[in-house]
């Protein structure tokens, strides 16, 4: 060290600063080459979310370690932690940890996650399929067949959850929830009889026409010159005798189909006691309340209307357990931005 000192004071200020500069470089390189390859490897944790029929919907967290980012599929193997919990239009109805190990009576545990697409796999066949305590009890389950993707509860299945792959893509999700639009909702009929309300569905259904099957909220109030009469709520199901229920809206055109015939029907409660029910014939609209036809509120003019709510729908907070995942998520992706920039 004193010797390069020396042969340092021997050369001129400009030269001197520049092997210096060179040579603090050169540390600097070499202490964070260091500091990189010392670094051990970590867990990355991710969201996932889910969106199935009729108002059902799964958010959750899974971590693995970072190490095997870009190294294509990794199975249960890799997997380090995975917690679900499941909720119906907003209501929160189990939950499941994969750290508690699966229910009683549950399908072989199955997980595939391509790391190279920082996607789910959603084939079915071996090797592609999620059965995440599937129809283990307690707690929720998941399942992803060649046909169908769904929850179940405690054991049971909750057949009214499942996607029909065939009419709609796989909704397993990397992330949070889709984005969802909602809508306000009029309709006048004789005799100062109206009705107001909104609705809401996924985006990620959106093909062009939403079905009953799609939403994730319907409320409606009904009204007799201006005085509130009744109300129902989809979230509450449809009361004793209501008749199937039907939906279905254009979303190119922002307006409800309005015919009686199967695929254009709308049938919100009708029949249903209790609470506000409407129907959609095809040569009439009308109102029924508790299980009681409103006949001055029939009417053949087709008056249902639908408005653009401003911004997208309003979706339930996140759980805890997701919000958690949320913090250990940014926390790993933190990590693993500042080792790539190393």
Same mark, same amino acid.
């Given at each position: 060290?004193?010797?390069?000192?020396?042969?340092?004071?021997?050369?001129?200020?400009?030269?001197?600063?520049?092997?210096?500069?060179?040579?603090?470089?050169?540390?600097?390189?070499?202490?964070?080459?260091?500091?990189?390859f010392s670094l051990p490897a970590q867990a990355i944790t991710q969201n996932l979310s889910w969106v199935g029929y009729n108002g059902y919907y799964?958010?959750?967290?899974?971590?693995?370690?970072?190490?095997?980012?870009?190294?294509?599929?990794?199975?249960?193997?890799?997997?380090?932690?995975?917690?679900?919990?499941?909720?119906?239009?907003?209501?929160?109805?189990?939950?499941?940890?994969?750290?508690?190990?699966?229910?009683?009576?549950?399908?072989?545990?199955?997980?595939?996650?391509?790391?190279?697409?920082?996607?789910?796999?959603?084939?079915?066949?071996?090797?592609?399929?999620?059965?995440? &305590?599937?129809? @283990?009890? *307690? +707690? #929720? =389950?998941?399942?992803?067949? /060649?046909?169908? !993707?769904? $929850?179940?509860?405690? %054991?049971?299945?909750?057949g009214d959850s499942s996607l029909d792959k065939a009419q709609d893509a796989g909704t397993l999700f990397v992330g949070d929830l889709p984005s969802?639009?909602?809508?306000?909702?009029?309709w006048t009929g004789p005799n100062g009889y109206s009705m107001s309300g909104m609705f809401s569905y996924w985006d990620t259904f959106d093909d062009?026409?939403?079905?009953?099957?799609?939403?994730?909220?319907?409320?409606?109030?009904?009204?007799?010159?201006?005085?509130?009469?009744?109300?129902?709520?989809?979230?509450?199901?449809?009361?004793?005798?209501?008749?199937?229920?039907?939906?279905?809206?254009?979303?190119?055109?922002?307006?409800?189909?309005?015919?009686?015939?199967?695929?254009?029907?709308?049938?919100? &409660?009708?029949? @249903?006691? *209790? +609470? #506000? =029910?409407?129907?959609?014939? /095809?040569?009439? !609209?009308? $109102?029924?309340?508790? %299980?009681?036809?409103?006949?001055?509120?029939?009417?053949?003019?087709?008056?249902?209307?639908?408005?653009?709510?401003?911004?997208?729908?309003?979706?339930?907070?996140?759980?805890?357990?997701?919000?958690?995942?949320?913090?250990?998520?940014?926390?790993?992706?933190?990590?693993?931005?500042?080792?790539?920039?190393?």
């Amino acid at each position: 060290m004193h010797v390069a000192w020396n042969v340092l004071r021997q050369l001129g200020p400009k030269w001197r600063s520049k092997v210096l500069r060179h040579v603090t470089i050169l540390v600097s390189s070499v202490t964070w080459c260091l500091l990189g390859f010392s670094l051990p490897a970590q867990a990355i944790t991710q969201n996932l979310s889910w969106v199935g029929y009729n108002g059902y919907y799964m958010t959750g967290t899974f971590s693995f370690n970072d190490a095997l980012i870009g190294t294509g599929v990794i199975d249960a193997t890799s997997l380090d932690t995975l917690m679900i919990q499941g909720f119906r239009y907003g209501t929160p109805i189990g939950t499941w940890n994969l750290a508690d190990g699966q229910g009683a009576g549950a399908t072989a545990f199955q997980f595939g996650f391509n790391t190279d697409t920082n996607s789910f796999l959603q084939g079915g066949s071996a090797g592609e399929g999620q059965f995440w &305590n599937n129809s @283990g009890s *307690p +707690g #929720l =389950g998941f399942f992803n067949n /060649d046909s169908f !993707q769904g $929850l179940t509860l405690n %054991g049971v299945v909750l057949g009214d959850s499942s996607l029909d792959k065939a009419q709609d893509a796989g909704t397993l999700f990397v992330g949070d929830l889709p984005s969802s639009s909602g809508f306000n909702l009029e309709w006048t009929g004789p005799n100062g009889y109206s009705m107001s309300g909104m609705f809401s569905y996924w985006d990620t259904f959106d093909d062009g026409l939403i079905e009953g099957r799609h939403l994730n909220s319907l409320m409606i109030d009904g009204f007799k010159d201006g005085l509130l009469i009744g109300s129902w709520d989809l979230v509450d199901g449809p009361g004793g005798g209501a008749q199937a229920f039907a939906m279905n809206f254009d979303t190119t055109t922002n307006q409800f189909l309005q015919c009686g015939s199967s695929g254009c029907a709308q049938q919100w &409660n009708y029949f @249903g006691n *209790p +609470g #506000l =029910g409407f129907s959609n014939g /095809d040569t009439f !609209q009308e $109102l029924t309340l508790n %299980g009681i036809v409103l006949n001055e509120s029939q009417t053949t003019e087709k008056s249902l209307s639908a408005t653009p709510k401003n911004g997208t729908a309003p979706i339930p907070e996140p759980s805890t357990m997701l919000l958690l995942g949320t913090g250990l998520a940014g926390l790993a992706a933190l990590r693993w931005r500042t080792r790539k920039h190393i």
